[in-house]
């Protein structure tokens, strides 16, 4: 909802001449339950959400069961989650909520190589730049 990352994307959208895309700028959690059909997507990308870092912020992360659960059940059978963070703490609790959705497998051991198509974000270059490393984390819908 982030007016100046919406306008970003629309130039982008427009430059390059795309016209499959849908842009909505609202809740997610609300679009996903009123807009989107269940089975309904081919994959979703959420890369570099905040972390809020403080311990007593966590709760605030988006990256939870309740969400997860939600996006498992809008993805197709065989579609992908792909999540990307720079923080260690929040890639290892992203792991363990994705981990524990019975509707979701890991498409290896733990975490992914980075992938071709992601890419290299604002934020994943500013994390390469503090020094920290990056975690990206692809989980497909089971079948």
Do not use: C
Request: no cysteine; aromatic share 6%; proline share 8%.
């Amino acid at each position: 909802m982030h007016t100046p990352g919406v306008g970003a994307l629309l130039k982008q959208v427009g430059e390059r001449g795309l016209t499959n895309v849908r842009v909505i700028q609202h809740d997610a959690v609300e679009v996903l339950t009123r807009m989107v059909a269940p089975d309904s997507l081919a994959g979703i990308h959420i890369f570099f959400p905040d972390p809020w870092h403080k311990k007593r912020h966590h709760k605030r992360r988006l990256i939870q069961p309740p969400l997860v659960a939600l996006l498992a059940s809008r993805i197709q059978p065989g579609g992908y989650i792909h999540l990307a963070t720079d923080w260690q703490d929040y890639a290892e609790q992203m792991l363990v909520v994705l981990a524990a959705e019975p509707l979701l497998a890991n498409t290896v051991a733990d975490y992914a190589p980075r992938p071709d198509t992601r890419p290299l974000t604002k934020f994943e270059q500013r994390g390469i730049r503090l020094g920290h490393g990056v975690w990206d984390l692809v989980f497909k819908r089971v079948e």
